[in-house]
């Protein structure tokens, strides 16, 4: 304070200078104390410290386990009577509301923990008292329920805080693993699970906070399909299937609420909050998958087609009310579809024969989506997988004898040098650093091809020749293209492919074939040796160049 004191009375001192030099007249202040002397702060503005919020948290947990272990230990010694542990809990909720409104002058960001704690133990109460304590039915659960969540929305709408609205996510979903189910069946956590997703994306939109709709999300989804997995023990088929149509009906709750708030603000998905979404993305799709190959198996494979079209159809109608025309959450929204198409058509649907031709069209189609702006700068997780598919059929394609036939593997390996040149080409105007591992994985099909089809034209040593002379070939062919596009890494690869020719020749055609095959081998290899040392040597003016 000392030194800000000395600040404003030099900048005083100063103003008057100025304004006697301006002849500017002065006005006479009543007070001949120091400038800062009657500056005081509201103590609204005080800035309140950040740290001391995880001790808050954990507090806020403590009280969440006080409750269920009272319940617990009344429900295990019998000393209080259902009712009384009812009504113990209830109260216990509105000590820490009552204390949460004596402290909100203070600070009301930190006080804001003990209601939501309230809330959470309120919930706790109404769990238990139904499905522990056997108090009530469930429809009077539901209302319980219905008008706890009416009384902590107008509880947050007072507060409306960030940290009210995490603690009680966080704790109230918890529930379901802090008490028992008493015996019931999932079903019954239905009512509690739909009051809670409605009231915590109520308070992430009075917030105006996305990522609390996420967060609120996560937990969801994840702690309903655990509730689930412990009670699913002889659950039947309807039991199943109600289960996953609820998990459906929270993902479209989380999923519109998320689109709205993006609409309603004209604020699309930054990338960085995109890809926090795509998770709970998965986590629902795990879920529901594993919940369907417990009793519909046939049906897993369309389930995960009418989830690319469910979300693929949530992004465009987020386009039209969007007045960006490219939406930053594109690259997850296509990773996700590329997982989910895998699983239904690479892994349900195609026999295993067929792995490398499925591989094959998935690279073809996103080499045809590159004219439709999905490049591998901005949708690189997409070619992952892509290539991954690629490269688990990759090598099956260099076995000396293929399961459906030397022609059958021909077609592939020509075709799969093919799709790797197109991958190149469009590295080399990108200028990426793989362009030589995309060109030598390309050379290397195209050369697996020169075999199996020599193969096919004859066998024995002829067929050694001929493969060599193939290969030295489509060297040759290498060097021309190299050599009009004046690209080296093309050039490189050539060369490579005339050492591996001459190698061959001299250690392995040579040793099994008679002399006159040596005679012509050797003068047909040479004149394509030569020919291509001619081609390099005019090539070495615009390498030097650049």
Not at 130 to 137: F, G, I, P, Q
Not at 295 to 316: D, M, Q
Request: with cysteine; glycine share 8%.
């Amino acid at each position: 304070m000392a030194r800000l004191e000395e600040t404003l009375s030099s900048i005083n001192k100063r103003l008057s200078q100025i304004e006697s030099r301006l002849n500017i007249p002065q006005e006479k202040s009543k007070n001949t104390g120091p400038a800062t002397q009657n500056i005081k702060l509201p103590v609204d503005a005080a800035v309140k410290p950040a740290g001391g919020r995880w001790l808050g948290g954990i507090a806020v947990l403590f009280f969440i386990l006080a409750a269920a272990f009272f319940i617990k230990l009344a429900i295990d010694s019998g000393w209080l009577t259902p009712m009384r542990q009812f009504i113990g809990a209830l109260l216990f909720g509105l000590v820490l509301i009552g204390i949460g409104f004596r402290l909100k002058e203070k600070d009301p960001s930190y006080s804001s923990f003990l209601p939501a704690a309230g809330v959470v133990v309120h919930y706790l109460a109404i769990y238990a008292g139904h499905l522990v304590l056997n108090l009530y039915s469930s429809n009077a659960a539901l209302i319980f329920t219905a008008i706890e969540t009416f009384l902590a929305l107008g509880l947050f709408s007072f507060f409306q805080h960030d940290l009210f609205l995490a603690a009680a996510t966080v704790g109230t979903y918890l529930i379901p693993t802090l008490m028992e189910n008493g015996g019931g069946t999932p079903t019954f956590l239905m009512p509690y699970f739909l009051f809670w997703d409605a009231f915590f994306v109520a308070g992430a939109l009075i917030l105006r906070k996305r990522i609390l709709i996420g967060f609120s999300a996560y937990l969801a989804i994840a702690m309903f399909h655990f509730s689930f997995l412990s009670l699913m023990h002889g659950s039947g088929q309807q039991e199943t299937l109600a289960v996953i149509i609820f998990q459906f009906c929270q993902f479209v709750l989380f999923t519109s609420a998320t689109g709205w708030f993006s609409a309603k603000m004209k604020s699309p998905l930054k990338s960085g909050e995109a890809w926090a979404f795509l998770p709970v993305l998965l986590i629902f799709y795990a879920s529901e998958l594993v919940l369907i190959y417990s009793k519909y198996e046939a049906l897993a494979p369309w389930f995960s087609i009418f989830c690319c079209i469910l979300v693929l159809g949530v992004y465009h109608l987020s386009k039209r009310f969007l007045p960006e025309k490219e939406l930053a959450s594109g690259p997850m929204i296509f990773f996700f579809i590329s997982l989910a198409l895998t699983h239904a058509i690479y892994i349900e649907w195609l026999p295993d024969d067929f792995n490398a031709w499925g591989a094959l069209l998935a690279g073809v189609i996103l080499i045809l989506l590159k004219g439709q702006g999905v490049t591998f700068q901005r949708f690189w997780q997409t070619y992952f997988v892509v290539i991954c598919l690629l490269a688990s059929n990759y090598f099956t394609l260099f076995e000396r004898h293929y399961p459906q036939g030397e022609l059958h593997a021909l077609i592939l390996n020509i075709l799969y040098a093919a799709c790797l040149w197109a991958v190149f080409e469009s590295a080399a105007k990108q200028r990426h650093g793989l362009t030589f591992a995309v060109l030598l994985a390309s050379a290397a099909q195209l050369m697996m091809a020169c075999n199996r089809l020599a193969l096919l034209i004859t066998n024995g040593s002829s067929a050694d020749f001929l493969t060599s002379a193939f290969w030295g070939v489509s060297a040759l062919g290498l060097t021309i293209v190299a050599q009009n596009r004046k690209e080296p890494v093309i050039l490189r690869i050539a060369l490579f492919n005339f050492g591996i020719v001459a190698f061959k020749v001299l250690f392995n055609d040579l040793s099994g074939a008679n002399s006159i095959s040596r005679v012509f081998a050797l003068i047909g290899i040479g004149v394509m040796l030569y020919l291509g040392g001619l081609l390099n040597r005019k090539s070495q003016a615009w390498q030097q160049k650049n």
